[in-house]
T-cell receptor, first 114, second 113 residues
Framework: KAGVTQTPRYLIKTRGQQVTLSCSPI?????VSWYQQTPGQGLQFLFE???????NKGNFPGRFSGRQFSNSRSEMNVSTLELGDSALYLC?????????????FGPGTRLTVT | KNQVEQSPQSLIILEGKNCTLQ??????????LRWYKQDTGRGPVSLTI?????NTKSNGRYTATLDADTKQSSLHITASQLSDSASYIC????????????FGTGTRLTVIP
């Protein structure tokens, strides 16, 4: 069974640009969550999608947005990039939203903003 | 307020030695607690999962304990190896709530030869 996949794995952008990251969850998983991870900050929750609807949102500005498609694949978009957006962006999927279900992480997309 | 706190923030040990990482939480109502290992630049990988009724769970050289009364968990690593160098993240799940996963900031473990 294939794991969570994320594309691209690495990305370099300049300030002011926008970027779209993609996540394909494990087959059968309907919940997809996105996290930002920077050194010393730990995993910061961005948002969670379930059945194409955003169910929960973290404390990030409106420049961060996402969506989920009918096949559960998800994309995350960051507009007007800032230097502070440089981070590892992790996607995680789980079968359902119930806390008893394990969350599986993808390898991440390393975004560098110059 | 639901929180997860881990200690120490970082740890350096010699290869072959044992170590113990701590996780304290205030998440309620509690569903389960997971320990993840995250290698640098990679996604976290689950090591153990423990529910309310479980006190100890092992995965090879990793042994997790849970005291649901004091809301504390520990991850004990035996006979450390260089490949154990990673961040270890404690994640606590609540039974209900729009946001039902709570993450610790992790312990950065470095094993040196």
């Amino acid at each position: 069974k294939a794991g969570v996949t994320q594309t691209p794995r690495y990305l370099i952008k300049t300030r002011g640009q926008q970027v779209t990251l993609s996540c394909s969850p494990i087959s059968g998983h309907r919940s997809v969550s996105w996290y930002q991870q920077t050194p010393g900050q730990g995993l910061q929750f961005l948002f969670e999608y379930f059945s194409e609807t955003q169910r929960n949102k973290g404390n990030f500005p409106g420049r961060f947005s996402g969506r989920q498609f009918s096949n559960s694949r998800s994309e995350m978009n960051v507009s007007t990039l800032e230097l502070g957006d440089s981070a590892l962006y992790l996607c995680a999927s789980r079968r359902d939203r119930d806390g008893s279900y394990e969350q599986y992480f993808g390898p991440g997309t390393r975004l560098t903003v110059t | 307020k639901n929180q997860v706190e881990q200690s120490p923030q970082s740890l350096i040990i010699l290869e072959g030695k044992n170590c113990t990482l701590q996780c304290n939480y205030t998440v309620s109502p509690f569903s389960n607690l997971r320990w993840y290992k995250q290698d640098t630049g990679r996604g976290p990988v689950s090591l153990t999962i423990m529910t309310f009724s479980e006190n100890t769970k092992s995965n090879g050289r990793y042994t997790a304990t849970l005291d649901a009364d004091t809301k504390q968990s520990s991850l004990h690593i035996t006979a450390s190896q260089l490949s154990d160098s990673a961040s270890y993240i404690c994640v606590v799940s609540a039974i209900t709530g729009a946001n039902n996963l709570f993450f610790g900031t992790g312990t950065r473990l470095t094993v040196i030869p």
